[in-house]
């Protein structure tokens, strides 16, 4: 296995977060890898061994690489693309703010290299794209290859912001598409190091499986807040339900049922799209996959509605939210709840104030909308409500007795139950934990 990781050279093309971490784990790995930047000046910021976005431990894995000489940057696509042996396709797939997936920002990234790529190469895709895709890339690369016999397969990305690098090295499993036995052969020895099990499967079956899945846990977390929402009028106790579900072993113990907060992102939303698309095109009701988003959507105003029922009107309310970000471990706000929710406060007219640990700063409008406070304390101080958004695992060990203390009124929105645990000594505090106890 070492002879054939020193043998073979992979050209990572999307370096984004998904790009970045394959990139650097397979380099960790011991794989000769040049990332393929859309850009000098993208391919410079890298090879000073600073990624695009904060992961933990991205960093470190990237310098380590970049230090031993494994790992490259380069903008040049013909001679990255030239001299490799596999193209790893890990365009992160852009989504706009109805969840649909701009699927030819990477098709036209992958149809630009199609004139550098040499024969027997093998193109592995990983970036969202509807089923059927690498089909069409292959049927239209073979309309100009002149000759050469280029492979193409598809191996679903499987990562998640603030723990991609143990979701990259430390895979339960791999689920990896291909159309014939000697690509097989050089995947094989391309993943085997990160997984023992490698589930191989016709292409179209693993571009389909990402949707499948997604599709079930979009389905699981709005059934799970659909019955939340019935519990909270019924006096029923959602933790009860859901602990009982779990005991019946048609749903099972690690069943993804757990009444919270909307999915936010783009990743499930646009598999969900991905899903009505293709059923759409092939004239196929689907009433549930069709349902899923809207009841999402419904969702993402629990927090202000829950706001509204205590408060009353908000405008001129002082309201503290705890958390930025997506998801804890990352700096990134794009599709981030936590956003959405200011976003709603702010046009009712509330005075938002807001901490995280990483994000310091926010785009405009909301820059000049919203206060980003220093510290915790701030954020609570005399607050007439404050938000768990976030779950960083620091806030766990905040001093809730004491910020409580300091709010206006002891009003606190924890949509997940995140720090539930933490507030079962606090006595005469009036607060929400995800109105599901």
């Not at 779950?391 to 001093?399: G, I, M, S, V």
């Amino acid at each position: 296995m070492a002879d054939g990781r020193q043998a073979m050279k992979v050209c990572v093309f999307g370096l984004w977060h998904l790009g970045t971490v394959t990139a650097a784990s397979l380099a960790a790995r011991g794989f000769t890898t040049v990332g393929l930047a859309e850009s000098a000046d993208a391919a410079a910021t890298l090879s000073s061994g600073t990624p695009p976005l904060f992961e933990p431990g991205l960093i470190e894995l990237m310098r380590v690489g970049i230090d031993n000489g494994k790992l490259t940057f380069t903008a040049e696509a013909g001679a990255a693309v030239g001299s490799s042996d596999l193209i790893w396709v890990a365009f992160d797939t852009p989504v706009d703010e109805n969840d649909v997936a701009d699927v030819e920002y990477v098709r036209d990234r992958v149809r630009a290299i199609f004139p550098f790529l040499r024969s027997e190469t093998v193109v592995l895709i990983s970036s969202q794209l509807p089923v059927g895709s690498t089909r069409q890339l292959e049927q239209e690369f073979a309309a100009s290859a002149t000759g050469r016999n280029v492979s193409f397969a598809c191996s679903p990305e499987n990562l998640r912001l603030g723990s991609a690098i143990k979701a990259f090295t430390e895979p339960e499993r791999i689920v990896i598409g291909v159309r014939d036995d000697r690509v097989r052969h050089i995947i094989a020895q391309l993943l085997s190091p990160f997984c023992d099990t490698l589930l191989w499967t016709r292409v179209e079956s693993a571009e389909m499986l990402k949707h499948a899945l997604n599709g079930y846990l979009a389905t699981c977390v709005t059934f799970a807040n659909e019955i939340a929402n019935i519990c909270e009028k019924v006096s029923a106790d959602m933790n009860e339900v859901e602990a009982a579900l779990r005991l019946d072993p048609r749903v099972g113990p690690k069943a993804y049922v757990r009444a919270g907060a909307a999915f936010g992102g783009g990743t499930l939303a646009r598999d969900v799209q991905f899903l009505n698309t293709v059923a759409g095109r092939h004239q196929l009701r689907v009433p549930l996959l069709g349902s899923i988003l809207e009841s999402n959507a419904h969702h993402k105003g629990w927090v202000v509605r829950q706001l509204r029922s205590r408060l009353g009107e908000l405008a001129g309310r002082r309201i503290g939210v705890l958390g930025l970000a997506y998801k804890a471990g990352t700096d990134a706000i794009r599709r981030s709840l936590a956003v959405e929710i200011i976003e709603e406060l702010v046009g009712a007219g509330a005075a938002v104030c807001a901490f995280d640990p990483k994000v310091r700063a926010l785009p405009e409008p909301l820059a000049s909308a919203i206060d980003v406070k220093p510290s915790v304390d701030a954020v609570f101080e005399n607050s007439d409500a404050v938000i768990i958004a976030t779950e960083w695992p620091e806030f766990l060990k905040l001093p809730f007795d004491e910020l409580l203390s300091q709010m206006a009124r002891p009003l606190l929105v924890d949509q997940n139950s995140f720090v539930a645990r933490q507030l079962s000594n606090v006595r005469d505090i009036e607060h929400v934990i995800g109105g599901r106890a």
